[in-house]
């Protein structure tokens, strides 16, 4: 078990950085929560947004607020949409970098096209006006691309409708019918990850929707893109890659019920043992669209990958999957046959045995420090841990050899939570150096504790312990996103527990959240990139318990909603300030009026009677 922290301790640690201490529930005040509360702070929003510099800010505050704004003043919303659109539209046509650096991983991120963030959010409730916008947005990027690159004689074939599938993923939680039948138009192009990123979402709603789908796009695709075959492999062995791919290809996220279907792997094994049959008696050697080598190495490459998972699932289909890979081969040309050779003898292409054996035979420290990051992260989900810490522990690089050994026991204290081995968890948590990292481990074993406990009363009190161990750690750290995410985790669960508490850790994260320059706080998940030699890349991303800023506020404000506001408005970089408000605001919509004396509008936060809150003498 951690070592104990007394609250006593724990807040004497705690430095309130805030002109405020929020007093304790002791006297119940009428809330401001009601309807027109929420329309009065949305248009109020609205109208702070156009001092707002960052556009891309900007029109999510406006998105946000029309989203909000439909069920209750539908012409308001409108009007708002049509604003951002065509801010995103003027947007477009500035110039300005596509991509940034994510200071906190390194990894490069690109930056979404404004104009489809605003259609998205519309296409939620009107996908006739969603979709025309994008007809005209097609059209328009149509006459640009003529004009910039006149299309080559031997160009590549690209997919016009890519934009499509992502638009179709964005519609199935409202509009499943629209959705698929925007997904079909994309069956006449080359392929691309969008159609099983679409398969895998769809099944969350309708797996037999998504069955028929699958069906139809193996009947479609052409010989001549072996790759949209090659992609249709993933739905039915639930694969999150694509066999012969390098590991550094991001993976897909499937649903966490997923599982494999026997029915469609038949299907997709007849399909393709048929194109290698007719790739084998046809002497023309076609060309893999996409990838420009040949279609016969292509589906050599994929087959002799595929084997073990046919070998697994469908054993009835191993040996003539074995043949037809040796057949394929048998027909390579020596180029063929040397590309291939090369890419075998790659360490990225090497089995977790082999990659062992070669950090073994030695090497030099980059090729072996290669090999063990590839077997780390290839290993089989059977393979001991401890093992895989001792490879980890070998890295000669030690700032790698950090990243991966977090991730190791991160996954390690996920797996002993879930399985209810709390102790073991919290045995761990010490091994985890990085803040965020830490803290979401810790909030995960005390979801587990909550669930697992026969003692309530005692479940509480060790949770609030581990919580506050979160809180102390963060508050002896720098003040960064990573510090403010924990702060906010911990806060998220502490209302649940200890209200009075809660509201001192959030006003705590409110000073951090000051301090950064650029807060990154409203995405659900942390980004985990490892990055070693020779290009070695790991992207991991975990879901968090809380950690963005609107979960936090909306669950104070579901228990305190003023206080929620007060503190909200305290927030000093303007955008975040704004869409914590809006999400706030969503809670008050369609309530009535508790007290006929707040049916005036109520000034803001910063405003409010100040008999609610004292002054920290500290």
Not at 128 to 138: D, G, P
Not at 198 to 221: G, Q, T
Not at 322 to 348: D, G, M, N, Y
Not at 457 to 479: D, G, H, P, Q, T
């Amino acid at each position: 078990m951690i070592r104990k922290i007394t609250v006593r301790v724990a807040c004497i640690i705690l430095i309130i950085s805030l002109p405020l201490f929020v007093q304790g529930q002791t006297e119940k005040s009428t809330s401001s929560c009601n309807h027109q509360r929420a329309i009065d702070l949305i248009q109020l929003q609205v109208l702070k947004a156009k001092y707002i510099d960052d556009v891309p800010a900007r029109i999510k505050i406006l998105t946000q607020a029309a989203d909000l704004l439909w069920v209750s003043d539908q012409v308001s919303s409108r009007a708002i949409y049509d604003n951002a659109y065509a801010l995103a539209v003027e947007y477009h046509h500035t110039p300005r970098a596509k991509s940034y650096e994510d200071k906190e991983t390194g990894a490069i991120v690109l930056l979404a096209d404004q104009r489809d963030v605003v259609i998205k959010s519309i296409a939620q409730h009107d996908h006739t006006w969603a979709n025309s916008l994008r007809e005209v947005w097609k059209k328009e990027e149509s006459k640009e691309k003529e004009k910039l690159s006149p299309q080559l004689p031997n160009a590549k074939p690209t997919n016009p409708e890519v934009g499509t599938i992502s638009f179709a993923i964005t519609l199935i939680p409202t509009n499943k019918g629209y959705a698929i039948d925007l997904a079909r138009t994309t069956l006449n192009y080359p392929p691309s990850r969008g159609f099983p990123t679409f398969l895998f979402k769809l099944a969350e709603y309708d797996s037999i929707a998504a069955d028929n789908l699958w069906i139809e796009a193996i009947s479609r695709y052409s010989p001549n893109y072996l790759e949209g075959l090659f992609y249709l492999s993933l739905y039915p062995f639930a694969l999150d890659r694509i066999p012969y791919l390098p590991l550094s290809y991001a993976a897909f996220e499937l649903p966490k019920s997923f599982k494999v279907n026997p029915k469609l792997q038949e299907i997709f094994l007849q399909t393709i043992f048929s194109q290698a049959e007719k790739l084998i008696n046809d002497p023309n050697q076609p060309q893999d669209a996409v990838r420009g080598s040949s279609s016969q190495a292509s589906l050599y490459a994929f087959l002799r990958s595929l084997n073990p998972t046919i070998a697994k699932y469908q054993k009835t289909y191993a040996e003539r999957a074995a043949a037809l890979t040796f057949q394929l081969e048998q027909k390579l040309t020596p180029a063929s046959h040397t590309e291939i050779r090369q890419k075998e003898q790659s360490i990225a292409n090497k089995s977790y045995e082999e990659l062992v054996e070669e950090f073994e035979n030695g090497g030099n420290i980059a090729v072996r420090d290669l090999a063990l990051l590839y077997a780390i992260f290839k290993a089989p989900a059977s393979e001991d841990i401890v093992r895989l810490q001792n490879l980890a522990e070998k890295i000669s690089d030690l700032t790698v050899q950090g990243q991966v050994l977090d991730w190791l026991v991160f996954n390690d204290i996920q797996k002993k939570a879930k399985a209810g081995r709390t102790n073991e968890a919290l045995a761990l948590l010490n091994k985890i150096h990085r803040l965020d990292l830490k803290a979401q481990a810790m909030l995960s074993t005390i979801t587990n504790i909550g669930s697992q406990q026969n003692n309530p009363i005692e479940a509480k009190r060790v949770m609030i312990e581990i919580l506050n161990e979160v809180v102390v750690l963060a508050l002896r750290s720098e003040e960064t996103n990573e510090k403010a995410r924990a702060l906010l985790g911990a806060a998220y669960l502490l209302i649940k527990l200890d209200l009075a508490r809660a509201l001192e850790v959030i006003e705590a994260s409110i000073a951090t959240i000051n301090k950064i320059q650029t807060p990154n706080l409203t995405s659900q998940y942390i980004s985990h990139l490892i990055k070693g030699p020779n290009n070695f890349s790991y992207h991991a991303r975990y879901q968090m318990t809380g950690y963005d800023i609107n979960s936090v506020f909306k669950e104070l404000g579901g228990k305190d909603f003023d206080n929620a506001l007060l503190l909200a408005d305290y927030i000093s970089h303007a955008h975040l300030r704004s869409t914590v408000i809006l999400s706030l605001s969503s809670l008050c919509l369609g309530k009535k009026l508790e007290d006929k004396s707040l049916s005036t509008p109520l000034p803001s936060a910063r405003e409010n009677d100040k008999s609610k809150v004292k002054r920290n003498q500290n």
